[in-house]
């Protein structure tokens, strides 16, 4: 799908093939409920699916006493690490097959998850996952996926995504599908309240990144524009104080709702430059996905602000409510300046000193193929755009001139 007519492309496969919302189960032990619904449901040989600080913390054992106690016949594989890559996928089938499972059950972050949906549609479907790489390459249903996220800001519980990385040449391998998205999900604010300030942050901007991206995208479907809406919203009012107070439950819990419907947003619609050049830098240096996207979001919001204006407007007066008379421009810039004051707020750097300049030619290189051949956006970049952007994270400067 060429930049030209990726609008068009999106939108047909978004009508044609809709992103299904999950069955939504939410608040304090929302991961036992959720099991007993893959119990309920006839699955009787899950393979766990988590992250070994799941395992090794002990937050698990309330699950695997549940499935005790119920005969359930369970396997763990947690070896989970951050930006999969193809070998913890291969392992997973591996296991899986040896088992003979009959359901995936995934506790953790995005990671987790993205390769809990690879692993579960595998396993119908050749047990080949490089051969389900691509648009739409799932010819059988998955096996049953229950997701339950230990953050709050991939929205892979409701994604038709999953990215995994190649080790050798730093390219991430994307698989979309809409029989990715897990039939049920869990957002457990028992689990979330645990997460460290500096992650709570850094999620929590990803999923601020999905909405917006989501919103300012050439796609438009009223639904997705009101999930993505509400999500931003959601996100400047609770993100804050789920940072400053982990156990405040109600900001978990709202930040968990927004980062889902922002999930489904750019299921349906599509994300942007922000993704693509911090999926460049997750590959290269190994930079948290949801910090690269915050470094990255301001520079291309002005880079995107002429030719998304209105959008911007809107989300502006959502926000600062209704009556607002000021221009458009005045709008635009004002929203900017809040994610530029919500990033102070968290704490989150200016800059990458991991970023290093003889690099900047293959990202920007390798974000425009990502985006020109996947996204819906505003305006197309050239090569010396995201070289320009490139700098200004190297230097810390938000304010960029294109």
Known sequence: MRAAINKWGIKFLAGAFP??????????????????????????????????????????????????????????FDEVVPNPTMLEVENSVTLAQSIKTDGIFVVGGG?????????????????KPKKLIGMMRVRNKPLPLFAVPTTSGTGSEVTVAAVISDPVSHQKAFF??????????????????????????????????????AYIARVHFN???????????????????????????????????????????????????????????SAHYNTPHGLANAVVLPRVLRFN??????????????????????????LAHNFIKRIDQLSDELQIEK???????????KI?????????????????????HVIRILDAVKAGEREVVF
């Open 364 to 384: 920007a290189k390798q974000a425009l193929r990502e985006a020109n051949g996947s996204y819906s956006v505003p305006k197309a970049m050239k090569l010396n």
């Open 19 to 76: 992103a299904n919302k999950p069955t939504l189960i939410t608040g304090s032990g929302a991961m036992l409920k959720l099991a007993k619904l893959m119990m309920n449901s006839g699955v009787q040989r899950p393979l766990i699916i988590a992250d070994d600080f799941m395992t090794q913390s002990g937050k698990l054992s309330a699950l695997t006493k549940l499935l005790k106690d119920a005969n359930c016949q369970f396997t763990v």
């Open 111 to 127: 990671s987790a998850i993205d390769i809990a949906k690879v692993v579960a549609a595998t396993l119908t479907n050749g047990n």
């Open 351 to 361: 800059s990458l000193d991991s970023l290093l300049e003889k690099d900047f030619f």
């Open 305 to 330: 602000k002429p030719h998304c204006l209105n959008q911007l407007a809107e989300i502006e007066s959502a926000i600062a409510g209704e009556g607002s008379d000021l221009p458009e421009q005045q």
């Open 176 to 213: 979309l599908d809409p029989d990715f998205v897990p039939l049920a999900a869990g957002l457990d604010t028992d689990l979330l309240a645990s997460l460290p300030p500096s992650i709570t942050a850094y999620t929590g901007m990803d999923a601020l990144t999905h909405a917006i991206e």
């Open 223 to 281: 639904d997705a524009q009101s999930d993505a809406l509400t999500a931003i919203r959601l996100l400047l009012e609770y993100l804050p104080r789920a940072y400053k107070n982990g156990t405040d439950l109600e900001a978990r819990e709202m930040v968990a709702l927004a980062s889902f419907m922002a999930g489904y947003a750019f299921s349906k619609q599509g994300l942007g430059y922000v993704h693509a050049i911090s999926h460049q830098l």
